[in-house]
């Protein structure tokens, strides 16, 4: 078997490095050097004179760490985004004009999927679930259907830029995020704004409430340590919910925030309970770095071959789920449940039982082991509250829900109809899609937000579509929120089919009767939060 060695070039932020890998994963070289601000944030420009001052030092530096010669060389390849217009473009003409000059073939690759797929290589994981979190990004990232999806993102700040901003704005310095979880470790509870939308995740709200308890004269420390501790459960619990849809039994954690412990425990514990492996790289392979460039360049250059020099402009906004991953087995692994137990999500135990001689379901909201007391709590008991009053107004609007029977707010438990049928996802149609969009458009016109619209989360039974699961829901006349209840589903129809998908979601929409809310949708998808 011929053996190809692969050069890879990062800089997408701040940090600027070159790695050398060849095609059986070993890795030969690490070279790097990162930027750190004297004052602010990551300027473009700087970066990109970071990156052009280290770029031609760092490949002689990692060629003779590698042992090898330049001729030995068989790949070039680079971060083609997301990332920092500027630091992109430096990275990218380095890269060309080092192909030209051996000439050597060139391949462009995504920046995130190369933390997942180093991460692979590191850990041995197969087909993980992945938190990918970093100063430029926040996701949680699964493969289906030929392609890593999106199963959940910020909708504005990444968490490691929030844990930069806070440190800038209170005097912590940059980065943020070492020094805040020192400051956590002697800190107690303060209440700050936990928004999970759904499968996303915002953190400029808590970002906002966390830099005006520290202005309030609230101790340093407990304001990093609930800042901490809600970021990093908001995280957990989404990774959770895609952990259950997709059923698969890894876990993966990558990205540079994930040097903090705190994060590694929670995550660890979710996966524990969960009964899913949980895979971490080790630390100089979880930030920025060339070696994962390289690999990345490797694996695609094998499925499609090496680029022409004319495909190699940036994409700064590079989305993790417009890129084909061919190399990935399909099958998958699944998550094994106790026999008792018919679902096992992010929020709740759904137990069969009988209720007055009828068919029932006792959702129990189980304490969440990787969340502190004070957050798990308060959580728990406010979406139990919230969901008992949404099934009901979502029946007077006129859509099929479970008869609630029972609600136990001590306890955190809802008893209601058991709904017999199969789940939208394994049954839906054309049809079907373009009524969703119609019984969707009540909800939404009775201000009524589900949170959690997933093919999972909605039922067929005797040919009518009855929507379960309100535990992410809330009330809003925003149309925005109303979009994000969309976005939900249309990553719900990708994980389906992503052929598929855009015919489905379109009938939905269709169905919605608004086009009106395209406009936002559009606008929601095609903000900056996907790039550094």
């Not at 107690?188 to 939308?197: A, E, G, N, Q």
């Not at 139990?384 to 609007?397: N, Q």
Request: with cysteine.
């Amino acid at each position: 078997m011929i053996i190809l060695i692969s050069l890879g070039i990062e800089g997408t932020a701040e940090k600027t490095g070159v790695g050398i890998v060849d095609s059986e994963g070993n890795i030969l070289a690490m070279a790097g050097e990162q930027l750190y601000p004297e004052e602010g944030g990551i300027h473009p420009r700087i970066a990109a004179e970071h990156h052009a001052e280290w770029i031609p030092k760092l490949i002689p530096e990692a060629i003779e760490e590698s042992g090898l010669s330049y001729d030995d060389i068989d790949l070039i390849s680079f971060s083609q985004g997301p990332g920092l217009g500027p630091a992109l473009r430096i990275v990218a003409t380095s890269a060309r004009s080092l192909a030209l000059s051996l000439k050597k073939p060139i391949m462009g690759v995504n920046h995130c999927i190369g933390h997942v797929e180093v991460g692979k290589l590191d850990t041995g994981a197969v087909n993980p679930v992945s938190l990918y979190v970093s100063g430029g990004n926040s996701q949680v990232i699964a493969y289906e259907s030929g392609r890593y999806r999106i199963f959940g993102e910020t909708l504005d700040i990444a968490v490691g830029n929030c844990l930069d901003h806070f440190g800038r704005e209170t005097g912590l310095g940059h980065p943020g995020g070492p020094v805040i979880e020192k400051l956590a470790k002697q800190g107690s509870y303060v209440d700050l704004p936990y928004i999970v939308k759904g499968m996303d995740f915002s953190f400029s709200g808590l970002l906002s409430a966390a830099i005006r308890e520290v202005e309030r004269g609230t101790p340093i420390e407990d304001v990093c340590f609930s800042l901490q501790e809600t970021a990093f459960s908001m995280l957990v619990e989404v990774t959770e919910r895609a952990l259950s849809h997709t059923q698969k039994d890894e876990v993966m954690l990558c990205g540079g925030v994930s040097a903090n412990s705190r994060l590694r425990e929670m995550l660890k514990t979710m996966s524990e309970e969960h009964r899913a492996k949980f895979y971490m790289p080790e630390m100089k392979l979880c930030g920025d770095n060339g070696v994962m460039i390289a690999w990345l360049g490797l694996l695609m250059c094998k499925e499609f071959g090496p680029m022409e020099l004319s495909d190699t402009g940036i994409i700064q906004k590079f989305r993790t789920d417009e890129v084909d991953i061919p190399w990935i087995d399909n099958s998958k692994t699944y998550l094994k449940l106790p026999e008792e137990f018919i679902a096992k999500g992010a929020e709740s135990n759904i137990v069969r039982g009988e209720y007055l001689g009828e068919s029932a379901v006792l959702k129990d909201r189980i304490v969440k082991n990787y969340r502190i007391p004070e957050i798990d709590s308060k959580i728990r008991r406010a979406r139990c509250k919230e969901e008992a009053k949404l099934l009901s107004d979502a029946k007077r609007a006129g859509v099929r829900t479970p008869v609630l029977y029972d609600v136990n707010l001590k306890d955190k438990s809802i008893l209601m109809e058991n709904i017999e049928g199969p789940m939208l996802k394994d049954v839906i149609d054309d049809d079907l899609a373009f009524r969703l969009g119609g019984e969707i458009s009540k909800l939404h016109s009775a201000d009524i937000i589900h949170g959690d619209i997933t093919t999972s989360n909605i039922m067929l039974q005797d040919e009518n579509l009855v929507f379960i699961d309100f535990g992410l829901g809330r009330y809003s006349q925003l149309k925005e929120d109303k979009a994000v209840d969309l976005l939900v589903l249309k990553k719900s129809l990708q994980s389906i089919d992503y052929n598929l998908a855009v015919r489905y979601f379109d009938l939905v929409l269709e169905g919605y009767g608004d086009k009106g809310i395209l406009k936002t949708i559009s606008d929601i998808e095609s903000r900056g939060r996907y790039t550094h």
